[in-house]
T-cell receptor
Framework: SQQGEEDPQALSIQEGENATMNCSYK?????LQWYRQNSGRGLVHLIL?????REKHSGRLRVTLDTSKKSSSLLITASRAADTASYFC????????????FGKGTLLTVNP | DAGITQSPRYKITETGRQVTLMCHQT?????MFWYRQDLGHGLRLIYY???????DKGEVPDGYVVSRSKTENFPLTLESATRSQTSVYFC????????????FGDGTRLSIL
């Protein structure tokens, strides 16, 4: 079964609002990564957070990791129409030799 | 970004035919991966390779064959295509080391009639 599961499956917001997506996983991880996928394109890496980190920032992105709850969240602040995409969390679990296990993704729609 | 390219972008074929999807990367990354993306399943790993001549199975390897004679190429072959293999296929590469991201191509949309 999938290691990561995103919530919600779909999210629709207005430009300027914040968007929060959550990810849960089942076993111990080395790191957790978030990727974005625009329609018809490949995945683009956004941010990586290691298992010993609790929070990380990159521009308008903020990622948190709670290893005790086996969950992570991705916050996009001041969203733009160009942020419309699917967002996936992916985990590298211990002993997996660099393999990623993906969740099913959250479809974010930002309305102008 | 021309670092990793997949060909063809679109392919229609019939059940029972052999089809090969190509993947080429220019970064000299050690690791390369093949995923399939299906509605309701997200991305699932088919095969991966840690270096030339080293390949290993992922989550859904049945019906697929890979080879890696050169670092930069990682073709995926469906030896006898089935309708259940209709999907979007993504190739990715990465330097390894665990804390490095993977870089994805734009995918091949494969339809098997």
């Amino acid at each position: 079964s999938q290691q990561g599961e995103e919530d919600p499956q779909a999210l629709s917001i207005q430009e300027g609002e914040n968007a929060t997506m959550n990810c849960s996983y089942k076993t111990s991880i080395n790191n957790l990564q978030w990727y974005r996928q625009n329609s018809g394109r490949g995945l683009v890496h956004l941010i990586l957070i290691r298992s010993n980190e609790r929070e990380k920032h990159s521009g308008r992105l903020r990622v948190t990791l709670d290893t005790s709850k086996k969950s992570s969240s991705l916050l996009i602040t001041a969203s733009r129409a160009a942020d419309t995409a699917s967002y996936f969390c992916a985990t590298v679990f211990r002993g997996s030799n660099y393999k990623l296990t993906f969740g099913k993704g959250t479809l974010l729609t930002v309305n102008p | 970004d021309a670092g990793i390219t997949q060909s063809p972008r679109y392919k229609i074929t019939e059940t029972g035919r052999q089809v090969t999807l190509m993947c080429h990367q220019t970064w000299s990354h050690s690791y390369m991966f093949w995923y399939r993306q299906d509605l309701g399943h997200g991305l699932r790993l088919i095969y991966y390779s840690a270096a030339a001549d080293i390949t290993d199975k992922g989550e859904v390897p049945d019906g697929y064959v890979v080879s890696r004679s050169k670092t930069e190429n990682f073709p995926l072959t469906l030896e006898s295509a089935t309708r259940s293999q209709t999907s979007v296929y993504f190739c990715a590469s990465g330097p390894g080391g665990g804390d490095q991201p993977q870089h994805f191509g734009d995918g091949t949309r494969l339809s098997i009639l």
